[in-house]
């Protein structure tokens, strides 16, 4: 079977950067896979796979997310009622707690129980960016994760406040311990940036493709 992923552009996001590390993912393993960027929720209605990326602030992603008619009950069928594996990519991943605290207080999708609060490190640079570690604290998901080399890209002055220790997959520390992964059932995110990690970011990818 032919595998669609669907990378959501609803205006924010490192887009094409994420169709690209998708695209080798497939083309080196030779996969019956199509991977288009779209903001058309038809789209997902056809996808096996979904992708949320992200960039800049809470706010603007949400309101981005809703100014698109459609699209938010397209992403709720399909990754909620149909279990399409979906994964939140930074800012994509914050969209999914409940409220978000930058700039006001905003409602998110509300799919794994939370909040997006600011990194309140002391003698630590904001933005946290850079490479950091990963320690996987749960791999009992279908989405796997080797234990070792995990270093992944990051960039964000905000993290998800994870209330329910069971969605939590991995932990990383910046002054302070943060969720890193998430997941619920066929939901994940990742605070770091699969496109910008390097190999151990297309192995991400790659797991992803095979749910």
């Not at 887009?15 to 083309?27: E, H, W």
């Not at 199509?34 to 602030?57: M, R, Y």
């Not at 706010?59 to 009622?81: P, Q, R, Y």
Request: hydrophobic share 40%.
């Amino acid at each position: 079977m032919k595998k669609k992923v669907v990378i959501v552009d609803y205006g924010l996001g490192n887009i094409v950067s994420a169709q690209q590390s998708f695209l080798r993912v497939v083309r080196k393993k030779n996969l019956k896979t199509e991977v288009v960027i779209s903001n058309k929720p038809k789209d997902i209605f056809s996808s096996t796979h979904i992708v949320l990326p992200g960039q800049g602030a809470f706010a603007s992603c949400i309101n981005g997310l809703k100014s698109i008619n459609g699209m938010i009950d397209a992403l709720e069928d399909s990754v909620l009622k149909k279990k399409i594996p979906f994964l939140g990519i930074c800012v994509g991943m914050q969209l999914l707690a409940n409220k978000g605290f930058e700039n006001g207080v905003h409602n998110g999708l509300g799919w794994i129980e939370g909040s997006t609060k600011r990194l309140e490190v002391k003698n630590l640079k904001l933005p946290h960016m850079g490479w950091n570690n990963i320690k996987i604290t749960n791999n009992s998901f279908k989405l796997k994760f080797s234990k070792e080399n995990l270093d992944f890209y990051f960039v964000h002055s905000y993290f998800f406040d994870c209330f329910n220790k069971k969605n939590i997959i991995g932990i990383t520390n910046y002054g302070l311990d943060f969720p890193s992964i998430i997941g619920k059932e066929n939901i994940y995110g990742v605070q770091f940036h699969p496109e910008k990690s390097s190999g151990q970011g297309l192995e991400l990818i790659d797991n992803f493709l095979s749910l």
